[in-house]
């Protein structure tokens, strides 16, 4: 069935490679997935920050569209 030129080493050395690769690239993924995390709650503690600080904004009537 296998054909008698079939490289198993080069395959292995291949397989092996692929393997290395798949690890780093998961170690990677779940770094940035943390860091992600942080930055998300970064982000939504800024935001609670800054809108209860946020100065309140009087809307004047002269700035609304009349109704038709």
Known sequence: MF???LNTNKLQEQLSN???NK???NT???SFK???KELE???QNLSKYLKQDAP???RSSHN???SL
């Open 56 to 58: 309140k904004i009087q």
């Open 41 to 43: 709650l970064i982000h």
């Open 3 to 5: 054909p008698k030129h």
């Open 23 to 25: 690890k780093s690239i």
């Open 34 to 36: 943390q860091e992600t």
């Open 64 to 66: 609304k569209l009349p």
């Open 28 to 30: 990677q993924y779940v």
């Open 18 to 20: 692929l393997i290395s």
